[in-house]
């Protein structure tokens, strides 16, 4: 039964860096017949109000005095709206667990970053609101630890064109809805006239998260068929690629002292992929590569952090490579993760 997402501030306090206490804030549903329900997983995306866009400092529309954020079930994102210009609460969508937390840059760059979280709490609506990137910052909760720069963070996907990921620079336009469940919640972006190269797609995307562990399912689906839609892990010095193939799934993997944190600490990431779906694995610029192949029919795979500092994580390279084993074997059996 699907259900419409309140938030009540209540039960649940955060502290800021500082040790300054906050609001107070826990997430609450209510299903179709008013029970009150405590979910196990959360997604939103959140909107400057009472501001207006103006010509800003970067040579770009900025959104000027918004005084608060509000929550919205679907989007249209503005034609004005790009990286850094203040309209979208921690710059896109964000969607959660009790163990992890991702976003996505709901602008050009279109990549996936994620929040390290050190309670097992939902804790998103709290996120950003006391400062625009003060989630870059160590808090109670926990904070931002990927730094995806120029890839496409974890899991994100973009086209390969002459050896160049291209993100999504020219879009006609840009869709996002917001779906919690009762099972799982979801963030569903509709991209209307993506230009990457020669070629003009629509892309639809579902994003999904459910209660256990920390894998993300990503559903792609293109309008025509193209080569070179790919996704991918972002590519850190020092930092070997693991890898391991199945008899119908694989996975790519990297682990170590790759966060924003200071000083850096471990954290792993992990891509499946279906192997029947892929035209080719590769290290490119900026990204450990999946290239998919042309095919108008619905991609699936799946991606996951795990951070170190998560209560009662993962804590070694040993530790999540046996993770890692066990969901390929799952794969190989079930061909969904669940």
């Known amino acids: 039964m699907k259900n419409i997402a309140i938030i009540s501030l209540f039960v649940f306090t955060l502290f800021s860096c500082k040790g300054k206490k906050t609001d107070s804030v826990n997430i609450t549903l209510n299903d179709n017949a008013g029970a009150r329900i405590a979910p196990k997983t959360y997604a939103e995306i959140s909107i400057a109000e009472g501001g207006e866009w103006v010509d800003g400092s970067r040579g770009h529309k900025e959104y000027n005095s918004g005084t608060s954020f509000k929550n919205v079930d679907s989007l249209q994102v503005p034609a004005e709206h790009t990286d850094h210009s203040w309209f ?23 990549a996936i970053d994620i929040f390290g979280k050190k309670v097992d709490s939902l804790v998103l609506p709290y996120v950003g609101q006391d400062g625009f990137d003060s989630y870059h910052e160590p808090a109670d909760w926990g904070q931002d630890i990927l730094k995806a720069g120029k890839s496409m963070g974890i899991g994100s996907y973009g ?8 993100h999504f620079q020219s879009v006609k336009n840009t869709f996002a809805i917001i779906d919690n469940t009762d099972n799982d919640s979801s963030v569903n972006i509709h991209y209307q006239g993506w230009k990457s190269g020669n070629e003009i797609i629509d892309l639809n995307t579902k994003l999904t998260i459910y209660p256990q562990d920390r894998y993300t399912k990503a559903s792609l689906m293109p309008s025509k068929e193209i080569t070179g839609i790919c996704t991918g892990v972002v590519k850190f010095k020092e930092i070997p690629l693991i890898k391991k193939e199945g008899s119908q799934w694989a996975y790519i993997a990297t682990y170590g002292k790759q966060t924003l944190v200071t000083p850096p600490d471990n954290l792993g990431m992990a891509l499946f992929y279906n192997l029947d779906e ?28 795990a951070w170190e500092q998560e209560p009662n994580g993962i804590k070694t390279q040993e530790a999540f490579i046996q993770d890692l084993n066990t969901k390929l074997e799952v794969l190989d059996k079930t061909n969904i993760l669940k």
């Open 159 to 166: 086209r390969i064109v002459a050896d160049t990921v291209v």
């Open 88 to 110: 979208l609460r921690y710059e896109g969508p964000g969607w959660e667990n009790s163990k992890i937390g991702y976003r996505l840059y709901l602008d050009w760059r279109n």
């Open 278 to 305: 892929v035209a080719e694995q590769k290290t490119g610029t900026d990204d450990h590569l999946v290239i998919f192949k042309p095919t108008i029919k619905t991609i699936t795979y799946y991606f996951l952090g």
